[in-house]
Protein backbone atom coordinates (compact mmCIF):
# COMPACT_ATOMS: atom_id res chain seq x y z
CA UNK A 1 0.00 0.00 0.00
CA UNK A 2 2.61 2.26 1.19
CA UNK A 3 4.22 1.08 -2.41
CA UNK A 4 1.54 2.50 -4.45
CA UNK A 5 1.28 5.67 -2.47
CA UNK A 6 4.94 6.51 -3.06
CA UNK A 7 4.78 5.52 -7.16
CA UNK A 8 1.86 7.92 -7.31
CA UNK A 9 3.27 10.76 -5.82
CA UNK A 10 6.15 10.42 -7.92
CA UNK A 11 4.29 9.92 -11.69
CA UNK A 12 2.55 13.21 -10.14
CA UNK A 13 5.66 14.66 -9.22
CA UNK A 14 7.11 14.06 -12.66
CA UNK A 15 3.77 15.21 -14.34
CA UNK A 16 4.24 18.54 -12.44
CA UNK A 17 7.59 18.50 -13.71
CA UNK A 18 6.92 18.35 -17.32
CA UNK A 19 3.96 20.32 -17.07
CA UNK A 20 6.73 23.01 -15.98
CA UNK A 21 9.10 22.77 -18.22
CA UNK A 22 6.74 22.87 -20.90
CA UNK A 23 5.52 26.02 -19.92
CA UNK A 24 8.75 27.51 -19.30
CA UNK A 25 9.79 26.43 -23.42
CA UNK A 26 6.45 28.19 -24.26
CA UNK A 27 7.32 31.37 -22.34
CA UNK A 28 10.70 30.99 -23.74
CA UNK A 29 9.44 30.45 -27.22
CA UNK A 30 6.44 33.12 -26.96
CA UNK A 31 8.52 35.99 -27.73
CA UNK A 32 10.56 34.35 -31.04
CA UNK A 33 7.14 33.13 -31.65
CA UNK A 34 5.42 37.13 -31.25
CA UNK A 35 8.41 38.41 -33.46
CA UNK A 36 8.11 35.78 -36.23
CA UNK A 37 4.38 36.86 -36.73
CA UNK A 38 4.63 40.31 -36.48
CA UNK A 39 7.60 40.23 -38.84
CA UNK A 40 5.67 40.61 -41.95
CA UNK A 41 3.20 43.22 -40.43
CA UNK A 42 6.79 45.26 -39.89
CA UNK A 43 8.31 44.82 -43.27
CA UNK A 44 5.00 45.76 -45.04
CA UNK A 45 4.55 48.32 -42.36
CA UNK A 46 8.73 49.67 -43.39
CA UNK A 47 7.76 49.00 -47.37
CA UNK A 48 5.05 51.64 -46.88
CA UNK A 49 7.18 54.12 -44.66
CA UNK A 50 9.57 53.96 -47.78
CA UNK A 51 7.08 54.27 -50.20
CA UNK A 52 5.96 57.16 -48.90
CA UNK A 53 8.96 59.04 -47.67
CA UNK A 54 10.73 60.06 -50.53
CA UNK A 55 12.67 63.13 -51.97
CA UNK A 56 12.21 63.62 -55.61
CA UNK A 57 14.53 66.16 -57.95
CA UNK A 58 12.10 68.76 -59.55
CA UNK A 59 14.86 70.61 -61.32
CA UNK A 60 14.09 74.08 -62.85
CA UNK A 61 10.62 73.69 -61.37
CA UNK A 62 9.56 76.95 -59.10
CA UNK A 63 9.07 76.98 -55.32
CA UNK A 64 6.06 78.71 -54.05
CA UNK A 65 7.43 82.36 -53.24
CA UNK A 66 4.59 83.73 -51.92
CA UNK A 67 4.00 81.08 -49.27
CA UNK A 68 3.71 82.49 -45.64
CA UNK A 69 5.89 81.66 -42.80
CA UNK A 70 6.82 83.28 -39.53
CA UNK A 71 10.63 84.13 -39.35
CA UNK A 72 12.40 82.87 -36.03
CA UNK A 73 11.91 86.61 -34.69
CA UNK A 74 7.71 85.93 -34.72
CA UNK A 75 7.80 88.10 -37.93
CA UNK A 76 5.32 87.20 -40.78
CA UNK A 77 7.43 86.84 -44.09
CA UNK A 78 6.84 85.23 -47.44
CA UNK A 79 9.22 82.91 -49.11
CA UNK A 80 9.83 85.42 -51.66
CA UNK A 81 11.38 87.39 -49.06
CA UNK A 82 14.95 85.55 -49.02
CA UNK A 83 15.29 85.06 -53.11
CA UNK A 84 15.66 87.68 -56.02
CA UNK A 85 19.65 88.83 -55.06
CA UNK A 86 21.73 85.50 -54.04
CA UNK A 87 21.53 81.89 -54.55
CA UNK A 88 19.58 80.35 -51.55
CA UNK A 89 20.60 77.15 -49.72
CA UNK A 90 17.29 74.91 -48.60
CA UNK A 91 16.96 72.83 -45.49
CA UNK A 92 14.03 70.93 -44.79
CA UNK A 93 13.87 69.86 -41.62
CA UNK A 94 11.69 69.92 -38.09
CA UNK A 95 13.82 70.97 -34.88
CA UNK A 96 12.54 69.05 -32.54
CA UNK A 97 13.71 66.08 -34.37
CA UNK A 98 15.71 63.76 -32.02
CA UNK A 99 18.83 62.76 -34.57
CA UNK A 100 18.28 63.07 -38.85
CA UNK A 101 17.87 66.65 -38.92
CA UNK A 102 20.32 67.70 -36.80
CA UNK A 103 23.04 65.71 -39.04
CA UNK A 104 21.19 67.41 -42.18
CA UNK A 105 22.19 70.79 -40.97
CA UNK A 106 25.47 69.52 -39.25
CA UNK A 107 26.78 68.18 -42.45
CA UNK A 108 25.82 71.66 -43.90
CA UNK A 109 27.72 73.79 -41.46
CA UNK A 110 30.50 71.99 -42.35
CA UNK A 111 30.44 72.03 -45.84
CA UNK A 112 29.99 75.80 -45.84
CA UNK A 113 32.45 76.66 -42.74
CA UNK A 114 35.24 75.05 -45.80
CA UNK A 115 33.85 77.61 -48.55
CA UNK A 116 35.29 80.79 -49.27
CA UNK A 117 31.89 82.12 -49.61
CA UNK A 118 29.53 83.52 -46.92
CA UNK A 119 26.47 83.16 -46.39
CA UNK A 120 24.65 86.87 -46.29
CA UNK A 121 26.80 87.94 -48.88
CA UNK A 122 27.25 85.14 -51.64
CA UNK A 123 24.26 83.29 -50.69
CA UNK A 124 21.85 82.44 -48.17
CA UNK A 125 20.47 79.80 -46.68
CA UNK A 126 16.67 79.23 -45.39
CA UNK A 127 15.68 76.58 -43.06
CA UNK A 128 12.14 75.01 -42.95
CA UNK A 129 10.46 73.02 -40.72
CA UNK A 130 7.82 70.64 -41.91
CA UNK A 131 6.14 70.67 -38.91
CA UNK A 132 3.18 72.78 -38.30
CA UNK A 133 3.32 72.30 -34.19
CA UNK A 134 6.86 74.21 -33.94
CA UNK A 135 6.69 77.97 -32.91
CA UNK A 136 9.06 80.74 -33.95
CA UNK A 137 10.83 80.19 -30.43
CA UNK A 138 12.21 77.06 -31.31
CA UNK A 139 13.47 78.29 -34.46
CA UNK A 140 15.51 81.00 -32.57
CA UNK A 141 17.09 78.60 -30.44
CA UNK A 142 18.15 76.85 -33.80
CA UNK A 143 19.75 79.91 -35.15
CA UNK A 144 21.55 80.70 -32.44
CA UNK A 145 23.46 77.88 -31.89
CA UNK A 146 24.30 77.31 -35.75
CA UNK A 147 25.36 80.88 -36.27
CA UNK A 148 27.52 80.87 -33.40
CA UNK A 149 28.69 77.59 -34.78
CA UNK A 150 29.56 79.27 -38.16
CA UNK A 151 31.54 82.30 -36.37
CA UNK A 152 31.70 84.81 -39.28
CA UNK A 153 30.65 88.69 -39.47
CA UNK A 154 27.05 88.87 -40.24
CA UNK A 155 26.18 85.36 -40.21
CA UNK A 156 22.92 85.85 -38.72
CA UNK A 157 22.00 87.45 -41.95
CA UNK A 158 22.10 84.97 -44.15
CA UNK A 159 20.86 82.39 -41.84
CA UNK A 160 16.74 82.08 -41.74
CA UNK A 161 14.69 79.52 -39.60
CA UNK A 162 10.83 79.46 -40.39
CA UNK A 163 7.67 77.93 -39.17
CA UNK A 164 4.44 77.80 -41.32
CA UNK A 165 1.55 76.45 -41.20
CA UNK A 166 0.00 73.20 -42.51
CA UNK A 167 -0.53 74.63 -45.82
CA UNK A 168 2.60 76.61 -46.54
CA UNK A 169 4.87 74.13 -45.98
CA UNK A 170 2.38 71.39 -47.89
CA UNK A 171 2.82 73.69 -50.71
CA UNK A 172 6.75 74.32 -50.37
CA UNK A 173 7.76 70.53 -50.00
CA UNK A 174 5.10 69.39 -52.66
CA UNK A 175 7.19 71.86 -54.89
CA UNK A 176 10.64 70.37 -53.87
CA UNK A 177 9.22 66.92 -53.95
CA UNK A 178 9.68 66.30 -50.56
CA UNK A 179 7.05 63.75 -48.97
CA UNK A 180 6.91 62.44 -45.06
CA UNK A 181 4.82 60.98 -42.62
CA UNK A 182 4.18 60.73 -38.85
CA UNK A 183 4.86 57.74 -37.03
CA UNK A 184 2.62 57.34 -34.09
CA UNK A 185 4.91 54.88 -32.74
CA UNK A 186 8.07 56.44 -32.47
CA UNK A 187 6.21 59.89 -32.17
CA UNK A 188 8.42 61.07 -34.90
CA UNK A 189 8.82 61.99 -38.29
CA UNK A 190 9.63 59.36 -40.85
CA UNK A 191 11.42 61.58 -43.86
CA UNK A 192 14.15 61.68 -46.05
CA UNK A 193 17.51 63.77 -45.68
CA UNK A 194 19.13 65.94 -47.75
CA UNK A 195 19.55 69.80 -48.97
CA UNK A 196 18.49 71.69 -51.71
CA UNK A 197 20.17 74.54 -53.98
CA UNK A 198 17.86 77.64 -55.65
CA UNK A 199 18.35 80.50 -58.15
CA UNK A 200 18.00 83.69 -57.25
CA UNK A 201 14.76 83.55 -58.97
CA UNK A 202 13.56 80.97 -56.98
CA UNK A 203 13.53 77.73 -59.26
CA UNK A 204 15.10 74.24 -57.77
CA UNK A 205 18.61 73.90 -59.40
CA UNK A 206 20.47 71.14 -57.55
CA UNK A 207 19.93 68.57 -55.06
CA UNK A 208 22.26 66.90 -52.83
CA UNK A 209 21.15 63.72 -50.28
CA UNK A 210 22.27 62.33 -47.29
CA UNK A 211 23.90 64.59 -44.64
CA UNK A 212 27.29 64.80 -46.29
CA UNK A 213 27.66 67.58 -48.36
CA UNK A 214 31.51 67.54 -50.38
CA UNK A 215 32.12 71.80 -50.22
CA UNK A 216 33.28 71.12 -53.73
CA UNK A 217 30.19 70.44 -55.09
CA UNK A 218 28.19 73.02 -53.08
CA UNK A 219 30.71 75.29 -54.05
CA UNK A 220 30.02 74.40 -58.16
CA UNK A 221 26.07 74.36 -57.20
CA UNK A 222 25.98 77.72 -56.06
CA UNK A 223 28.31 79.30 -58.74
CA UNK A 224 25.90 77.59 -61.81
CA UNK A 225 23.11 78.59 -59.61
CA UNK A 226 24.27 82.19 -59.84
CA UNK A 227 24.81 82.12 -63.75
CA UNK A 228 28.27 82.04 -63.00
CA UNK A 229 28.51 85.64 -61.45
CA UNK A 230 30.22 84.04 -58.22
CA UNK A 231 33.66 82.14 -58.69
CA UNK A 232 36.84 82.60 -60.93
CA UNK A 233 38.38 81.62 -64.12
CA UNK A 234 39.66 78.30 -62.71
CA UNK A 235 35.77 77.42 -60.89
CA UNK A 236 34.72 77.82 -64.47
CA UNK A 237 37.51 75.58 -65.97
CA UNK A 238 36.56 73.07 -62.92
CA UNK A 239 32.70 73.43 -64.05
CA UNK A 240 34.15 72.29 -67.79
CA UNK A 241 35.29 69.26 -66.32
CA UNK A 242 32.41 68.64 -63.58
CA UNK A 243 29.03 67.94 -64.50
CA UNK A 244 25.68 67.79 -62.19
CA UNK A 245 24.45 63.88 -62.34
CA UNK A 246 20.85 63.69 -61.22
CA UNK A 247 21.29 60.56 -60.43
CA UNK A 248 23.41 60.79 -57.79
CA UNK A 249 23.15 64.46 -56.67
CA UNK A 250 26.46 64.90 -57.70
CA UNK A 251 29.37 66.83 -59.33
CA UNK A 252 31.05 63.81 -61.24
CA UNK A 253 33.90 64.19 -64.15
CA UNK A 254 33.61 64.68 -67.50
CA UNK A 255 36.20 62.48 -69.16
CA UNK A 256 35.79 63.73 -72.87
CA UNK A 257 35.77 67.26 -71.66
CA UNK A 258 39.08 66.61 -69.73
CA UNK A 259 40.87 64.94 -72.68
CA UNK A 260 39.67 67.76 -75.09
CA UNK A 261 40.52 70.16 -72.56
CA UNK A 262 44.53 68.06 -72.35
CA UNK A 263 44.94 68.28 -75.99
CA UNK A 264 43.63 71.80 -76.29
CA UNK A 265 46.57 72.86 -73.70
CA UNK A 266 48.74 70.28 -75.37
CA UNK A 267 48.75 71.94 -78.61
CA UNK A 268 48.40 75.81 -76.76
CA UNK A 269 51.81 74.70 -75.56
CA UNK A 270 53.25 73.63 -78.08
CA UNK A 271 52.39 76.35 -80.45
CA UNK A 272 53.82 78.58 -77.70
CA UNK A 273 57.42 76.88 -77.53
CA UNK A 274 57.84 77.29 -81.54
CA UNK A 275 56.53 81.06 -81.32
CA UNK A 276 59.30 81.13 -78.74
CA UNK A 277 62.23 79.63 -79.70
CA UNK A 278 61.38 81.23 -83.40
CA UNK A 279 61.63 84.72 -81.54
CA UNK A 280 64.86 83.73 -80.07
CA UNK A 281 66.23 83.03 -83.74
CA UNK A 282 65.39 86.11 -84.86
CA UNK A 283 66.84 87.58 -82.08
CA UNK A 284 70.12 85.45 -82.98
CA UNK A 285 70.17 86.54 -86.50
CA UNK A 286 69.82 90.45 -85.51
CA UNK A 287 72.75 90.28 -82.52
CA UNK A 288 75.30 89.04 -85.18
CA UNK A 289 74.35 90.62 -88.64
CA UNK A 290 72.59 93.97 -87.04
CA UNK A 291 69.47 93.35 -89.36
CA UNK A 292 67.45 90.41 -89.62
CA UNK A 293 68.27 87.17 -92.22
CA UNK A 294 66.90 87.71 -95.77
CA UNK A 295 64.08 85.20 -96.44
CA UNK A 296 63.95 83.47 -100.48
Not at 159 to 174: K, M, P, Y
Request: with cysteine; hydrophobic share 45%.
Amino acid sequence: MGNRKTEGRRQKAAALCVATVRCLVAAALLPALLAALAAPVQAQSIQQVQEQVKFEQRLNQPLPLDARFKDEGGRDVALGDYFGKRPVIVALVYYECPMLCNLVLNGLLKSIRTLKFTAGKEFDIVVISFNPRETPALAARKKDNYVREYARVNADLGWHFLTGTEDSIQRVTQAAGFSYIWDAGTNQYAHASGILVATPQGKLYRYFYGIEYAPRDVRFALIEASENKLGTPVDALMLYCFHYDAATGKYGVVVHRVLRLAGITTVALIAGFVLVMLRRERRGELAVTGQPASRA
